[in-house]
C-alpha cells in the first residue's frame, strides 16, 4: 500500500513540476521547508547552505525555498523529493507518517527525560535504522539524511486549570490533530480528542470548541494562544518535536565521496543547529507567557510516571497498527535507556 501511494504521488507529480535538468560540474540543491524565517528549519538550513558551500569552495551550491514555493503538504514535497524536484524537504512526523508511519515512535509520551537523551538517541544508529526503513519503503528513492528539531518539547497547556495528574485532564476537550496516534493519547489520559486545523486553534480556543492543546512553548507564544485564553501550562516534556531531514537518494549517492562527506557534515552542522535553536528561543517565549499571565507548572517525578503509565494505550496501538511497529518501538526503547545510561554516568563522573 505504501509503494502504491509513492507511486502515484510521483506520478501526480511529474505531470504538473518541471523536468530536472543534469549538471555538468557545478551542484545545485533545491531545499525547502514549508515554514517560515522565524522556524527552526530556517535555521538549520542557513547553517547548512553556509558549510556546504564554504567547504565545496563553491561546488556545490544551496538554493532555499521557504515556505510553500515548491510544494505545500507533506505527501506533495515527498513526492517531489523521490522524484528529484526537490533535493532535500524537511517534515514533522506527522508530515511524513502517510508514507514512513513508524516515525510516529518519536509523538510517543515520555520515552526521553531531556534534551541530552534526546540528542544522543537522535545522533546515532536508531536515524540509521529509519533510513534503511525508509529507503526500502520507498524503493530507494527517499533517504533519511538526519532528524533534529522543531520547537522543542511537547507539553499541555490549556484555558481552565492546572494539570498536575492525569485525572486533572478528564474530559477536557483537547485538540490534536486528524490521527489515529495522538488521539489514542488523548483518549488514554481522559481527555476527549478534538481534531482541529493548526490555523484554526487560536478561534477554537478562544470560543471554547477546545479547551486544551499539547505545543511546544515557542509554537504557542508565536500563535499568540494567551490571547486566546490559554493560561495554564504544564511541562511535563511528554515528546520530542523532531524535525525530519529528507534528501533524493540518486542525487545523494550520484555525488563525489569527497561532496557526500561535505554533505553529510552539513546536516550535522544543521542538526545541532536545530538543537540549540528551541533552547534559545524558549527563554524569551517563558518570560512572555508569564507576562501575560500564563502559569508555568514542573510535574514531580511521581506525576511524570503516572502520565507515563496511563498512556499505555497508546503504546499498544502502536505496536498493533503501525508497519514494523514493535521491532521500531523496542529499538528506540533501547536507545534512549543505553543514552540515559551514558549520561548518568558522564555526570558521575565530572561531578567527582
Known sequence: ?????????LLATMLTAPVSMAFAQEITLRATATSNEDDEDYDGLVVFKNFVETASNGDIAVDLFIGTQLCTRGDECLAGVAEGSIDIFVSTSGGAAGLFPYIQVLDLPYLMSDDRVAEHVLSGDFVRELRDLALADSDGLIRLMSVGNTGGWRSYANTQKRIETPADLAGMKMRTVPADLPQTLATALGASPTPIAWPELFTSLQTGVVEGTANGITDIMNMRFPDAGLKYLTLDNHSYMGAFWWMTNDRFMSMSDEHKRIVLDGFAALQQATFASPKRKEIAAYEAFRAAGGEIYVPTDEQRAAFRDAAD??????????PHGPEVLDSFMAHAATAEEAIENARQADMN
Open 1 to 9: 500500500m505504501l509503494k502504491t501511494t509513492l507511486k502515484s504521488l
Open 313 to 322: 494505550p497508546a503504546f499498544d496501538w502502536f505496536r498493533a497498527n503501525v
